[in-house]
């Protein structure tokens, strides 16, 4: 009794009834191919000497101040107790320029220090207008 899932018995080349799986259609040998050259850096430091230079201020990074404010705010919002090294961090961003806008933020009374740590960094929440701003 045949059924679906039966297995064929039949050879799946009728023309090389020798082989497993037959030969290619199209004639010739099959080779494998080679091998991938195994490599941990995505491009050659030799050929590509080209690093770009790390911003020192906004306006070279092409950002302005409110869309930096408002995505420290959004990530202080969503990560409370963050040092400014860590908010630094989650953006991508120079250190440096991100304490400096934590402070602007916290004299603004939209951040609070909620823990300092000893490392002189201070962990940051949002104050009630930082939280209605934030949203």
Request: aromatic share 8%; proline share 10%.
């Amino acid at each position: 009794m045949g059924g679906f899932f039966d297995e064929s018995t039949e050879n799946p080349n009728p023309r090389d009834p020798g082989a497993p799986f037959g030969t290619p259609e199209f004639g010739g040998e099959w080779t494998p191919p080679e091998p991938q050259k195994d490599s941990t850096e995505p491009f050659e430091v030799e050929k590509d000497p080209f690093f770009p230079k790390e911003p020192d201020i906004l306006e070279e990074a092409g950002l302005s101040t409110a869309l930096v404010e408002h995505l420290i705010l959004k990530t202080v919002h969503d990560n409370p107790g963050l040092t400014g090294n860590e908010v630094a961090a989650n953006l991508c961003m120079n250190p440096t320029l991100v304490r400096s806008m934590l402070q602007g933020l916290k004299r603004r009374m939209l951040l609070v220090h909620a823990a300092g740590d000893a490392a002189g960094d201070f962990h940051f929440d949002l104050s009630r207008d930082g939280r209605q701003l934030a949203r």
